[in-house]
C-alpha cells in the first residue's frame, strides 16, 4: 500500500501505468495484441484491489463546486 495519498492525476497515471503493463504482458503470451479486450480484463481482475491498494485525495473546485467528487463514491450528484 503506498504511505500517502494520490492526487487524482497520480492515480490516473498509475492506473494507466498497470493497466499498459497487463496488456503487455497478456499480449505476449497471446502471441499477438490484445488491444482493448486486456484493459477490460484487467479492469475486472485488478481495478478493485487497485482501488484498496491506493488511496486517493480528493480534489475539490472552488470555482464549480458541482465539479468536485464525493469522497466515498467518487462521483457527484451535483454532475448533470
Known sequence: MDEH???L???NQLQIEEMEK???IES???GH???PAAHRDWVEKWAAKFREEHPIVVET???HPERNLDAENGISE???
Request: proline letters at 10%.
Open 28 to 30: 505476449e503470451k497471446a
Open 9 to 11: 492525476k497520480e492515480y
Open 5 to 7: 495519498p494520490l492526487t
Open 33 to 35: 495484441d490484445l488491444g
Open 61 to 63: 473546485d472552488k470555482l
Open 22 to 24: 497487463h496488456k503487455w
Open 78 to 80: 451535483n454532475i448533470p
